[in-house]
């Protein structure tokens, strides 16, 4: 059992940058799936960015370029990296684990991007 807890939001200017960081209760496994997602309002929730215990990363579209997720297997801790934040970027973010039996969520962090 895996417990996740967020943290880095907070209010940023358009352009600007942040790091959210996700810690593990437990050792990450290295096959277990990291993952990001966001949630604005009046939205669903999507999918921001994935990273593999093999450290394979996929990005959304509208993140790609402007967005790092990375890991810290001996911290036991995901990282997404935020630059040149537009106000769209606006919403609650999860991290996420998945390992061979299920999913673990994080309760979110909220990033808001505003001047």
């Known amino acids: 059992q895996v417990q996740l807890v967020e943290s880095g939001g907070g209010l940023v200017q358009p352009g600007g940058s942040l790091r959210l960081s996700c810690a593990a209760s437990r050792s990450i496994f290295s096959f277990a799936t990291l993952g990001w997602y966001r949630q604005a309002p009046g939205k669903q929730r999507e999918l921001v960015a994935t990273i593999t215990g093999g450290f394979s990363t996929n990005y959304a579209d509208s993140v790609k370029g402007r967005f790092t997720i990375s890991r810290d297997n001996s911290k036991r801790t995901s990282y997404l990296q935020m630059n040149s934040l537009k106000p769209e970027d606006t919403a609650v973010y999860y991290c996420?684990?998945?390992?061979?039996?299920?999913?673990?969520w994080g309760q979110g962090t909220q990033v808001t991007v505003s001047s």
């Open positions: 996420n684990l998945q390992d061979s039996n299920r999913g673990y």
